[in-house]
């Protein structure tokens, strides 16, 4: 734990693809609504202006979600950090502003991405979405290896609402990250 009273958590994993071919499926907005689907929704709208300063803008398909952000630091193929500010429009008790800092690094013939995500406000907010960012790091290799990322068929979705409410014990806070 850090001395400024912030909490963390990280996530990483290993492709067997470039960094580059990485770094565009985490960025591009098509690429992007392909594969992450937190709490089982799919990306209806994305805006990713990747400079400092630039907007990070995803709404969801009902807009029952949008989250939103800023970029504090911007190095291609390498590193981001953002503000990452879920806002809930019908039920503002679940809101939360988190930081992200996504790293990226070749490793052999393939590829690393870690994820940190920091919540100065609450431990109890940030930890259950360890799961969440699991889970997507899968869908994401599923998506960069050629497979369909889970939860993209009817019966798939239905055996991954199972496993979702058995891992996450039904919390909507673990749902956030991660697919449903």
Known sequence: METNNSQKIEVSKQFSVPVEKLYQAWN????????????????????????????VRYTFEDESLVIAGKYEEVKPNERLA???DWQF???????????????FASKGSGSEIRVTQEDAQSEENLHPNENGWEKGLSDLESFL????????????????????????Q???????VGGG
């Open 28 to 55: 591009d907005p098509q690429q992007l609504k392909q594969w992450w689907k937190p709490m089982g929704k799919d990306l209806k709208d994305v805006t990713n202006d990747l400079k400092e300063g630039g907007e």
């Open 82 to 84: 953002y503000t990452w």
């Open 89 to 103: 429009p019908n039920d503002a008790a679940k809101n939360a502003a988190y930081k992200l800092t996504i790293e």
């Open 145 to 168: 290896g050629g497979d369909q990322p889970q939860g993209s068929s009817g019966q798939q979705e239905q055996s991954n609402a199972a496993a979702h409410d058995e891992g996450y």
């Open 170 to 176: 039904g919390s909507p806070e673990q749902e956030k």
